[in-house]
């Protein structure tokens, strides 16, 4: 019971930080301004920024995978395939974010996808931070002189 009610902590407290690193990005891009009249419905922007947060989301995923797999690996193999995938699609999904708010003209709700590419910004940059400690991981377990 206790575990259970720590893990729903601790995913509450993950969101809330994804949130506010969102809102943070949002704020220095200079577009945190809500949009005077709103669009509805998918515009490129909103898809092409939809697109980035899924390979950001497959970039988090992977990287988790990853680092969790590292931890105890098994087979013959260096495990270094899954990590360094991760580390590409979260900085694909990082460049297609940034590219996405240099871009955009207006503030949420303008169909300009601000709101998506603030959140693939920043699900690239946790995808990207798994990833890399998955990477060393496994490469201190290969190589004798890292394990110092």
């Known amino acids: 019971m206790k575990r259970t009610i720590l893990i729903i902590l601790a995913a509450l407290a993950a969101l809330a930080l994804f949130y506010l690193l969102v809102h943070a990005v949002l704020v220095a891009a200079h577009v945190s301004e809500p949009a005077p009249t709103t669009v509805r419905g998918m515009t490129p922007r909103r898809l092409w920024a939809l697109a980035a947060d899924a390979l950001g989301l497959t970039a988090v995923v992977i990287g988790g995978f990853a680092l969790r797999r590292s931890a105890g690996r098994l087979g013959t193999g260096t495990g270094r395939m899954t990590p360094v995938a991760g580390l590409g699609a979260g900085i694909i999904a990082v460049i297609n974010g940034g590219l996405n708010l240099a871009v955009a ?35 201190a377990k290969t190589d004798p002189a890292m394990v110092k």
């Open 105 to 139: 003209t207006g503030g949420p709700g303008s169909g300009n996808g601000v709101i998506g590419a603030a959140g693939a910004l920043v699900l690239g940059l946790i995808g990207m931070t798994l990833s890399g400690l998955a990477l060393i991981r496994s490469r």
